[in-house]
């Protein structure tokens, strides 16, 4: 019974064992292989021997990672690369936490044979592209505040959930960009250089999107999107009308956008721009910021 509730903490905050270590006053401690094998840098908790803390140690290389592990956490060091054989001895691991380091480069096959990695985190490093053949499984891909230039690349996993690309150096996204995936709910894009011309017509009218974040780019039009999108962050950019079509192709009594937040502030319009017919295509909206 005492395996299930660490379990259960780890899926609701990743970082709470060392919180609660912190907290303790153990804010470094030495390697602890009483859970198994485990690198001399990390910490492997015996309570919760499939982890692995490698966290704030100022590592410069990936480190050994024992082949029981599914949680890996590396992230707040000063690794600079990727290769091919980092995870060859761990081809369990659900979750890879890798941001906030320096990374510049990784490997063509540094995730490929990771067929059940869940989430990814790579946010906060150097990468001016994104990793290829990342492994289908992926439902949490994190690639903010990297350098990522130009276009989002095609060949994403398919089952992805969430996407993070914010503040990056992206300016447009590819043809049918959405089509490729099943599951895809949650997209941020926001602190970019995305154009209305580097956005194909009706990318993002896909009714499986719930959330999605366009905000501090170059757009000076709404792009359309589905009237199943509950949450649209357009603020910062240079949009200069509301074209209630981005949201309702037909507006009646049975036709309306289940959008709940829009936010359109900093942009060149005003609640004044906004059309009479507004509230009925908008009406189950609570919050909307122009």
């Known amino acids: 019974m005492g395996f299930l509730p660490d379990i259960y903490v780890l899926w609701i905050n990743p970082f709470q064992w060392l919180s609660s270590l912190h907290s303790r006053g153990y804010a470094s401690l030495q390697a602890d292989n009483t859970g198994g094998e485990c690198p001399e840098e990390c910490d492997c908790p015996p309570t919760f021997p499939i982890a692995m803390y490698c966290d704030n140690r100022n590592m410069k290389q990936m480190p050994y990672i024992p082949s029981r592990m599914k949680y890996v956490y590396l992230q707040h060091n000063q690794i600079t690369s990727v290769p091919d054989n980092a995870f060859g001895n761990a081809s369990n691991l659900v979750w890879v936490m890798l941001h906030e380091n320096h990374i510049n480069s990784v490997g063509k096959q540094a995730f490929a044979k990771l067929v059940n990695l869940d989430r990814l985190y790579l946010n906060n490093n150097n990468l001016t592209e994104v990793p290829s053949d990342l492994p289908r499984s992926l439902r949490d891909l994190r690639l903010n505040h990297n350098t990522i230039l130009k276009k989002v690349p095609n060949g994403l996993p398919e089952m992805l959930h969430q996407l993070y690309l914010e503040s990056n150096s992206i300016e ?119």
């Open 172 to 290: 447009a996204v590819p043809e049918n960009f959405l089509s490729q995936f099943t599951n895809l709910q949650y997209i941020r894009i926001s602190h970019n250089d995305l154009t209305n011309k580097g956005i194909p017509q009706n990318t993002f009218n896909n009714s499986g999107l719930v959330e999605l974040d366009l905000s501090f780019n170059k757009l000076v039009s709404i792009p359309v999107v589905s009237t199943n999108l509950q949450h649209l962050y357009l603020q910062a950019n240079q949009i200069k009308e509301f074209t209630l079509g981005s949201f309702c192709s037909v507006v009646d009594v049975m036709n309306f956008s289940k959008l709940r937040v829009l936010r359109l502030e900093g942009n060149e319009i005003s609640a004044g721009d906004m059309p009479s017919e507004a509230a009925l295509c908008l009406r189950l909206a609570t919050d909307i910021a122009v």
